[in-house]
C-alpha cells in the first residue's frame, strides 16, 4: 500500500514510533503545509508540498497532525476524487488492533472489529454510538453565571466556561450520552447495577457531574470530588439547588495527604453505599487510600473506571478482591487513545467498568 503521510510534527512522530509504520507500508512521501519543509527531508524521506498529489496516484493519505477536519477539508476543495482515501491519525493503531484480535474467538471483541472492519476506529465502536451523531440537542445559555446548560434527565446541566460556543457543549454532552448509553462499555448503573433510596454515594471524578446529577434525588448525600476549578463552578451552579445533599471537596484523589492531594479515608468518616470513580487511569492509586472506607463500609458497591491503560482492569481488581469486595466487568469493550499512565496509545481494547460488590 502506498501511502502520503500529511505532517511532519510532534503527533507524527509519535504515531510513526509506536506503529512501526516504515516496515508495514510503502511510505512515498511526507506533505506539509510549511513551503520552507519543502524539498527537505522527515525520517529520511522527502517532503513535499500539497501541490505533488496532481501526479501521483497514492493508495492512502494518511492526516498525522491534531487538525484533521482542516486538512480534509483542504485536500478535498483542491482533489475531490481523493476524498475516499483519506485517513485520520487512528488509520495505523485501527490496523494493528484488526491484526492483533484477527484469530480471537471472544465474541464481544469479534462485535467490535466487524465494527471497525467497516467504519473508523473510536472509543466506542459499536452501531449504537451512529444513533447520536444526527441528534438535536437544544443547548442553552445562563448570562447570569456566564455558562452554558442543558436539561438532563430534566435538570439543568451546566458546563465549564472552557466550552464557550453551543457547538462544543453539544459535542461534549453527546459524548456524555453514548458514554452512558444502557449498551455502552462504560455505563456505571444498570436495572441491577444502581444507586438505591437513601445511599450515600462518592463521586470520585465528578468533572460536569452528569453520574451525579441522575442520582440526586435518590441519595441521601454525595461526596462530589473535583479538582478542576472550572469543574467546581459549572457544579456549583447545577447542584445549588440541592445544597442540602452536596458536599463538593476540591481535591485529587490518591495514595497519599499533601497539599492539593488527599485520601478518600481522610476525608470520608462514615460508611459509604456507593463509589464511582474516574479519575483519568490513576484510579488504582486512589483505591489505594480508601482501605478504611471499604472497611467501614458494610454493603458498597463500587464503580471504577478500568479503560485507561492495559493494566487497570488486573490492578483495581486484585485490589479491590483485598477488600472483599467481589468483582465483574461492565459487557463490551474500549479503544483508549490517549495517554495517561503509560507513555503510549494502547493498541488493546479494555473493560470500561469494574464494578464491586461488598
Avoid at 458546563?159 to 459524548?175: H, P
Amino acid at each position: 500500500m502506498k501511502i502520503f503521510i500529511w505532517g511532519t510534527g510532534y503527533r507524527a512522530n509519535q504515531i510513526l514510533d509506536e506503529c512501526n509504520v516504515f516496515n508495514a507500508y510503502d511510505v512515498i512521501g511526507f506533505i506539509d503545509n510549511n513551503p520552507n519543509k519543502n524539498g527537505s527531508k522527515f525520517r529520511g524521506i522527502k517532503v513535499y508540498q500539497p501541490d505533488i498529489l496532481e501526479n501521483t496516484e497514492p493508495d492512502k493519505i494518511v492526516i498525522l497532525t491534531d487538525s484533521f477536519e482542516e486538512i480534509k477539508q483542504q485536500i478535498i476543495d483542491t482533489f475531490p476524487m481523493m476524498q475516499g482515501i483519506i485517513e485520520n491519525k487512528s488509520f495505523f493503531y485501527r490496523d494493528i488492533i484488526i491484526e492483533r484480535y484477527k484469530d480471537i474467538h471472544d465474541s464481544e471483541i469479534k462485535e467490535v472489529m466487524a465494527y471497525i472492519q467497516k467504519n473508523d476506529i473510536q472509543i466506542f465502536n459499536y452501531d449504537f454510538v451512529d444513533k447520536y451523531k444526527k441528534m438535536d440537542i437544544e443547548v442553552q445559555y445562563n448570562p447570569n453565571c456566564k455558562m452554558f446548560y442543558v436539561y438532563h434527565q430534566n435538570k439543568k446541566l451546566y458546563f465549564a466556561k472552557y466550552l464557550d460556543t453551543e457547538e462544543k457543549v453539544r459535542e461534549y454532552y453527546l459524548g456524555l450520552l453514548i458514554e452512558q448509553d444502557n449498551r455502552s462499555p462504560h455505563k456505571y448503573l444498570s436495572s441491577d447495577f444502581n444507586v438505591n433510596e437513601g445511599d450515600i454515594v462518592v463521586d470520585v471524578g465528578v468533572a460536569e457531574g452528569n453520574f451525579s446529577l441522575e442520582v440526586i434525588e435518590k441519595a441521601a448525600k454525595i461526596y462530589m470530588i473535583e479538582a478542576e476549578d472550572m469543574w467546581v463552578e459549572a457544579l456549583n451552579e447545577t447542584f445549588k439547588e440541592y445544597q442540602d445533599k452536596v458536599i463538593t471537596i476540591k481535591k485529587y484523589i490518591t495514595s497519599i495527604n499533601k497539599g492539593k492531594y488527599a485520601t478518600l479515608d481522610d476525608l470520608i468518616n462514615e460508611p459509604v453505599n456507593f463509589l464511582k470513580m474516574d479519575i483519568e487511569g490513576n484510579e488504582w492509586d486512589g483505591l489505594l487510600g480508601a482501605e478504611k472506607l471499604f472497611k467501614r463500609s458494610k454493603k458498597m458497591k463500587s464503580a471504577i473506571c478500568s479503560y485507561h491503560s492495559n493494566s487497570d482492569e488486573i490492578l483495581i481488581k486484585d485490589l479491590l478482591g483485598k477488600y472483599d469486595v467481589k468483582c465483574s466487568t461492565t459487557s463490551g469493550y474500549m479503544w483508549w487513545p490517549f495517554l495517561n499512565n503509560q507513555d503510549y496509545v494502547s493498541t488493546r481494547l479494555c473493560r470500561g467498568i469494574v464494578r464491586g460488590v461488598k
